[in-house]
């Protein structure tokens, strides 16, 4: 979020965010039958955010929560 809130402050033309996750998913990865959305929007009702991981900070819902700050910032 950090990084969101920067880039937005700044006027940055790009932000680049860092995951092990290859995308937002309907569910989280490791689930039976979920798949990867193309493009996520705020009215997406399909998406099912899951626990955030014991090695990361805020999960899922942290980055999608980042993207859409930097979109908004620019």
């Known amino acids: 979020m ?17 995951t092990d996750v290859d995308g937002v998913f309907t569910k989280p990865p490791t689930e039976e ?14 998406v099912e955010i899951g626990e955030k ?9 942290s980055k999608i929560e980042a993207a859409q700050t930097a979109a908004r910032g620019g």
């Open 2 to 18: 950090l990084s969101a809130l920067v880039a937005s402050g700044a006027g940055a033309s790009a932000v680049a965010m860092m």
């Open 33 to 46: 039958g979920s798949e990867r959305i193309s493009v996520y929007t705020e009215a997406q009702d399909d």
């Open 53 to 61: 991981s014991t090695m990361g900070r805020g999960g899922m819902a």
